[in-house]
């Protein structure tokens, strides 16, 4: 039962272009969505997150987008740096403070930008 | 500050030993939580502690596997008996108290090899 998906398992993008990542959940549950980034041999870092109230969340060259009708949310990076190559995360939370822990990962894509 | 911490980084046990594994949160965090990743596959949630309360133990895959927080900061989770199926990189994360505060900070990881 995949709550949370990521059905690209890579993407490869030029530097400077755009590079988007997707991710499809499927439980309205969810009141907050997050990217998290993993380099090798490394925990995951968080990356930016978005509220269930919110469509669109920017944080420099980072931006994610929510559709909760398409129960979908994208993750923006432009323009792509080497540096942004690693496995990213996307992850669907119901916040400990509503009573219940419940933090699902999808199971990743891994980004190549090539220089 | 210092990080989240692990250890072992790496661990290689024989099939049916038992194993410990070691988790520093970030000081101040009350919230800790223990994910695995097997290969190919996204975080896995294993079992969240919360300050005090007792915790959300839903994502512990068998009766085999435990873990504890001791005085509210350093976690051990111990696996019995381990089967090849539990080698995995098992990730630990906490997070500080407040309401929306739901990103994780997560660690390095502990490689586990059962051969």
């Known amino acids: 039962d995949q709550q949370v998906k990521q059905n690209s398992p890579s993407l490869s993008v030029q530097e400077g272009r755009i590079s988007i990542l997707n991710c499809d959940y499927t439980?309205?549950?969810?009141?907050?969505f997050l990217w998290y980034k993993k380099y090798p041999a490394e925990g995951p870092t968080f990356l930016i997150s978005?509220?269930?109230?919110?469509d669109k969340n920017e944080d420099g060259r980072f931006t994610v987008f929510l559709n909760k009708s398409a129960k979908h949310l994208s993750l923006h990076i432009v323009p792509s740096q080497p540096g942004d190559s690693a496995v990213y995360f996307c992850?669907?939370?119901?916040?400990?403070?509503?009573?219940?822990?419940?933090?699902?990962f999808g199971a990743g894509t891994r980004l190549f930008v090539k220089a | 500050g210092a990080g989240v911490s692990q250890s072992p980084s790496n661990k290689v046990t024989e099939k049916g030993k038992d194993v410990e594994l070691r988790c520093d949160p970030i000081?101040?965090?009350?919230?800790l939580y223990w994910y695995r990743q097997s290969l190919g596959q996204g975080l896995e949630f294993l079992i969240y502690?919360?300050?005090?309360?007792?915790?959300?133990k839903s994502g512990l895959p068998s009766d085999r596997f435990s873990a504890e927080r001791t005085g509210g900061s350093v976690s051990t989770l111990t696996i019995q008996r381990t089967q090849q199926e539990d080698s995995a990189v098992y990730l630990c994360?906490?997070?500080?108290?407040?309401?929306?505060?739901?990103?994780?900070?997560f660690g390095p990881g502990t490689r586990l090899t059962v051969t």
């Open positions: 994360a906490s997070s500080p108290p407040g309401q929306g505060a739901v990103e994780q900070y």
């Open positions: 439980n309205s549950m969810f009141d907050y």
């Open positions: 978005i509220s269930s109230i919110k």
């Open positions: 992850a669907a939370s119901r916040p400990p403070y509503t009573g219940g822990f419940k933090t699902i």
């Open positions: 000081s101040g965090h009350t919230a």
């Open positions: 502690f919360q300050g005090n309360s007792a915790p959300d």
